[in-house]
């Protein structure tokens, strides 16, 4: 069992915590000259970088939220002058805008090293060719496990998203070992060389690593079994830094966070109280060595629990649980992060289309779909088929490109669709994860 | 090694060190940046009680050192390379060799281990035993720091520190010296904390670093990438020669 950054990695935990403490209150100092917007929030708090002597001090600080980020766009959380930055990414926001991280040159590499780090645990070695079949562009997720891979010095196929037949041909054909991608695109992909009649012993394939959305221990040993791989979870999110912030070791017995660059807490999401390890909750990170866009307390508003229990591999590092779920409507469809709220936007935006509406996700095969069902109004009530299916592509095309994520919209009967008593009702997730 | 938490130190209402945490392992080198009066020497000084720290935990190999006075402090294995060498001018190059093991004449069996010391150290430092009966006053600037390293490890420190050894000295003499920090590391097994105002030459030899700013850190990190982060470019290593170009 190979352990990348066995000095960090295997940090006893007295050691750890001196190193989160020190790397804690330097980023609190940073952060609270360099960033308005943290430097107001500490203010409003009563509190300033000085007041926190401990770990659990972390506690008395403000929580740092989605909503932050949209009235910082694009760049107010930015530590570092723009000059600094050499990579832009970002993620979908709540509502309209997205939102924006950047890199510095240290920042990559870091982010690197803790990418190699989660892909050393799940087995990848510089004998491994690396086939990326996650989205390149403005998702975290291809570029990290790309750099990962490099850094170990594994052969890496910069495959991208999608185009299946051409996956497994080049499967196939360079002798890919490890496939990076969404649980449900390794599915698909099982699916499809069972169609083709290919003898999955016949590819090379021995390690999966599948992170993007949230998936069940199930799923994992269909995956496992269909493709004859070792199939393991990462996770990450881009306003923290992308994938690398935890991963999977052989034990497949949670994910070990990288705690020499994250402090992780767990709270109640309602009453936002810092809950006792084990517990079940939102998880809170904080970065400790993020040089352009550091965050302290992001509300993940992923739904986990922490494990401090030394693992078998060696590692001393904290375990989070597989995601649970989530603290808001956020849905994940195909790998993408959607807000109810981003579709209400477009369309409000659409002329004479009031929001009465209800998102259906699904999972056909193993694909993910949506389908929004909109109410009729007097105002889209249209006589002619042709002015309707105008009216609905317009609306496609709009939350195509808003979403990244194709949907399919319905027009239904006025008042079928239940008024809302809670958010649940908007959305229908019929998806058995 | 060492584990300082949450280090306060104050000259009369000034807040000089704030919050200051930091660590050294076994072995390591560590090096303090930051502008002057950010509170490097300030530092060094709290850990050598030379200025009494206001508050903080200070650990020695585990041992508390806060609150102690300077020569327990020596005597549990930390001795002060200080700024502007300060070596005893009209007294000879060895006799200031053995004043640095003046701690340990009282302890029993200690001249002969004291005898041998000082033949390591003119085996290490051969300019030294050359002068050895010469005022240290008369010596260059580059052999009196090798004089203050000397006399420092007479007493066989465990953690040394190192305030400014390359200060005021001819830029071969500063490869000598940063030589010797490396030496005493690969030889001795020495672990060093330095401070030096030559930041990329320190960040070269160092395992890691901190960055101090007014008296608090604010950035730790492995030496070579403190050495690519912008902020200590900027502040400590001066501008490269081509951004001085662009403009």
């Not at chain 2, 003499?173 to 105002?197: M, P």
Request: net charge neutral; with cysteine; glycine share 8%.
């Amino acid at each position: 069992m190979q352990i990348w950054d066995p000095d960090y990695e295997c940090m006893p935990r007295e050691e750890m915590e001196q190193l989160q403490l020190e790397r804690l209150q330097a980023t609190l100092n940073r952060v609270y000259k360099n960033v308005t917007c943290y430097r107001n929030k500490f203010k409003e708090a009563g509190i300033v970088p000085e007041d926190v002597l401990s770990l659990s001090d972390l506690s008395k600080l403000p929580f740092t939220t989605k909503e932050d980020l949209r009235l910082n766009y694009p760049y107010g959380m930015f530590a570092v002058p723009l000059r600094e930055v050499v990579r832009i990414h970002s993620s979908s926001g709540t509502t309209g805008k997205p939102t924006v991280v950047g890199y510095t040159k240290n920042d990559l590499k870091v982010w690197s090293n803790l990418v190699a780090r989660f892909m050393t645990a799940a087995g990848v070695n510089s004998d491994d060719v690396v086939q990326i079949a996650f989205g390149y562009g403005l998702f975290t997720g291809a570029f990290g496990l790309h750099y990962g891979s490099e850094l170990i010095g594994a052969s890496v196929i910069p495959m991208g998203a999608g185009n299946t037949e051409k996956q497994i041909m080049i499967m196939q054909d360079y002798r890919t070992t490890a496939m990076v991608s969404t649980p449900s695109y390794a599915v698909t992909i099982a699916e499809r060389i069972e169609k083709m009649g290919i003898d999955p012993k016949s590819l090379c394939l021995k390690v999966g690593l599948f992170g993007g959305e949230p998936w069940s221990e199930a799923m994992r040993r269909e995956i496992e079994s269909r493709l004859g791989i070792s199939a393991t979870d990462n996770y990450g999110l881009s306003e923290v830094i992308g994938p690398g912030v935890a991963g999977e070791c052989p034990c497949k017995k949670g994910m070990h966070i990288s705690e020499d660059s994250f402090i992780a807490e767990i709270i109640d999401p309602d009453t936002c109280q810092v809950l006792p390890p084990g517990s079940v909750g939102e998880l809170v990170l904080t970065s400790l060595t993020k040089e352009a866009f550091p965050m302290v307390r992001y509300r993940t508003r992923d739904i986990t629990s922490l494990d401090y229990a030394k693992c078998d591999c060696g590692r001393t590092t904290v375990r989070m649980k597989k995601t649970m779920g989530r603290s808001d409507d956020m849905l994940i469809i195909k790998g993408v992060n959607v807000y109810p709220s981003q579709i209400e936007e477009v369309l409000f935006a659409i002329e004479g289309c009031e929001p009465h509406y209800q998102l259906v996700v699904d999972r056909k095969g193993t694909m993910d779909t949506l389908e929004i069902r909109i109410e009729v109004t007097e105002n889209i009530f249209f006589d002619e088929m042709k002015m309707q299916k105008a009216f609905l592509d317009n609306v496609e095309r709009r939350i195509d490109s808003m979403l990244g994520v194709g949907a399919a919209v319905k027009l239904v009967e006025p008042n079928s669709i239940p008024r809302a008593e809670g958010k649940a009702s908007r959305v229908i997730d019929k998806r058995k994860i | 090694m060492l584990k300082i938490k949450n280090l306060n130190t104050y000259y009369g209402k000034v807040h000089a060190l704030k919050n200051v945490s930091l660590h050294l392992s076994k072995g390591e080198i560590v090096t303090l940046i930051g502008a002057n009066g950010a509170g490097k020497t300030t530092l060094l000084n709290s850990l050598s009680a030379i200025i009494p720290a206001a508050s903080g935990e200070l650990l020695l190999e585990g041992k508390s050192i806060a609150g102690l006075p300077a020569d327990r402090v020596v005597s549990l294995g930390l001795s002060q390379v200080p700024e502007g060498r300060q070596v005893f001018n009209p007294l000879t190059v060895e006799e200031n060799l053995e004043l640095g093991a003046y701690l340990r004449y009282r302890a029993r069996g200690q001249q002969g281990a004291i005898k041998e010391d000082l033949q390591r150290m003119f085996a290490m430092f051969p300019r030294l035993e050359e002068r050895r009966r010469q005022a240290a006053g008369t010596l260059s600037g580059g052999e009196q720091q090798m004089l203050a390293i000397g006399r420092a490890l007479m007493a066989r420190p465990k953690l040394l520190l190192l305030d400014e050894p390359s200060m005021g000295l001819a830029p071969l003499v500063v490869q000598d010296i940063f030589k010797v920090i490396q030496r005493l590391r690969s030889e001795e097994g020495t672990t060093i904390l330095l401070v030096e105002q030559n930041a990329r030459a320190a960040l070269k030899v160092a395992d890691r670093g901190y960055v101090l700013e007014t008296g608090k850190v604010i950035l730790e990190g492995v030496a070579s990438e403190l050495l690519e982060n912008k902020d200590v470019q900027r502040a400590y290593l001066g501008r490269d020669k081509k951004e001085i170009w662009e403009r």
